[in-house]
C-alpha cells in the first residue's frame, strides 16, 4: 500500500510503500477513498501546539516513528476479520478515529476521546493519508447516507467537533442566541449544523470579507469583519446587549481576547480552535459575571451517532469540498498553515 507519512516534524511529508494490514478479529479493513484536510493535521505536522509567550506543547511522532496522518477518514470495506458481523464487503463508511483503551472510566463514560491510552486514527496510528486504513471495531463505522464521498470523512472530525461545541453552548432560542467565530471550513460546516440541529440562522464573525460573504449564502443573519472599526459596538447591538452563547473555531489569542470581552453575563464561550496563544481574565469579574469560558475538543461516539443521524436523514446541507490526489498533501499543509484555504480539502487516494 502507499502512504503519505511524516518522517521528521515540519519536514514535507514522504510517499511510503508500505505492507498492507490485514484484519484480525473485529477489524475492518477500509481503502481510502477520501480523507480531509484538517488544521490539527498542521500541528501534529509541525509537532507541537502553541501555548503563547513563546510556549510550545509538544506533539512528537508516536514512538518517533514515521506517522501517517488522517482522522477525516471515508473508506471503502475491503477486508473483515473473523468475528465482524454485519458489515458488507463494497460498503463505505466514515470511521470514527477517537478510540481510548476501552478500560478506564473515560472510556466507560464514553469519553474515549479524552483517554489518555488512545490509538486515533491518523494521530497514533495509521490514517488516511494512506490508501488502506485499519479500523479496530465495526462499532466505529457510519453510513454517511448521500453525503458526496470528498465530504463524509470531515463529518469524524470537524463536523463531530462542531455538533459537539454547539451542544454544549447551547440551548438557543433565536438566531442572535449564538455567534460563530470564523467563516473557514469549520466554521461554515458549524453555521450548516446550527440550522439543522437548532433551526437557527446565527451571527458570523471573521476578519476576510470573502469568507464572510460565503457565510451570508450559505444563511448566516448577519455577519461581521471583527478587524474593522466599531466590530464590537455592531456584535453588541445585534446580540441586544451581549452573546448569549459564542463558540470559537479559531482559538486565537486575538480572537478570544476580542470575543470573551462581547459575552453576556451568564453567557457561554467556548474554544475549539487551537491556533493559540494565552487569555488574561480579571477572576473578580468572572464570578460577578458568571461568564463560562470551556474548551470543546471533538466529541464522544454518542455524539458522532446523533449527528450521522442528522447527516443520514438529508438534514444538514453539505458543504462544498475541494478534491485534490493525495499527492499534493504537502502544497495542501503549506497552505492551511498560511491560511490560504478558502474552505474543506479533501485527498483522494486512486482506485
Known amino acids: 500500500m502507499k502512504a503519505y507519512q511524516v518522517i521528521e516534524n515540519g519536514k514535507p511529508l514522504e510517499e511510503r510503500e508500505l505492507e498492507k494490514p490485514q484484519p484480525k478479529g473485529k477489524e475492518v479493513l477500509l481503502r481510502t477513498v477520501a480523507c480531509g484536510v484538517c488544521h490539527s493535521d498542521v500541528h501534529l505536522h509541525d509537532g507541537y501546539f502553541d501555548l503563547g509567550g513563546g510556549v510550545q506543547l509538544p506533539s512528537p511522532l508516536p514512538g518517533g516513528e514515521p506517522l501517517t496522518m488522517g482522522h477525516e477518514i471515508f473508506g471503502e470495506v475491503v477486508e473483515v476479520g473473523d468475528e465482524v458481523d454485519g458489515i458488507v464487503i463494497g460498503q463505505k463508511y466514515v470511521a470514527y478515529p477517537w478510540m481510548g483503551c476501552g478500560d478506564c472510566d473515560l472510556c466507560h463514560d464514553d469519553m474515549t476521546h479524552y483517554c489518555a491510552n488512545n490509538s486515533n486514527l491518523g494521530i497514533h496510528v495509521a490514517g488516511g493519508y494512506g490508501d488502506h486504513v485499519l479500523v479496530p471495531d465495526p462499532k466505529y463505522l457510519f453510513d454517511a447516507g448521500d453525503t458526496p464521498d470528498s465530504l463524509a470523512g470531515s463529518y469524524a472530525c470537524r463536523g463531530l467537533t462542531a455538533y459537539s461545541a454547539l451542544k454544549k453552548a447551547g440551548p438557543y432560542n433565536k438566531d442572535n442566541s449564538l455567534v460563530i467565530v470564523s467563516a473557514g471550513g469549520l466554521g461554515l460546516l458549524a453555521l450548516k449544523i446550527a440550522k439543522a440541529a437548532y433551526g437557527i440562522n446565527p451571527i458570523v464573525v471573521d476578519i476576510d470579507d470573502e469568507k ?22 455592531k456584535i453588541m447591538e445585534l446580540t441586544e446587549g451581549g452573546a448569549r452563547s459564542i463558540v470559537d473555531f479559531v482559538g486565537a489569542e486575538s480572537s478570544v481576547n476580542f470575543g470573551y470581552n462581547l459575552l453576556a453575563r451568564g453567557g457561554s464561550y467556548v474554544v475549539v480552535g487551537l491556533f493559540g496563544g494565552q487569555l488574561t481574565l480579571p477572576l473578580p469579574m468572572q464570578a460577578l459575571t458568571e ?61
Open 212 to 233: 464572510l460573504g460565503m457565510a451570508r449564502q450559505l444563511g448566516a443573519s448577519a455577519t461581521v469583519n471583527s478587524s474593522e472599526e466599531g466590530a464590537a459596538e
Open 291 to 351: 461568564k463560562k469560558l470551556m474548551g470543546s475538543y471533538v466529541g464522544p461516539l454518542g455524539d458522532m451517532k446523533e449527528l450521522m443521524e442528522l447527516v443520514v436523514q438529508g438534514k444538514i446541507d453539505p458543504v462544498d469540498v475541494e478534491t485534490r490526489d493525495v499527492s499534493e498533501a504537502n502544497r495542501t499543509l503549506e497552505e492551511m498553515k498560511a491560511g490560504k484555504l478558502m474552505g474543506l480539502v479533501a485527498l483522494t487516494h486512486d482506485s
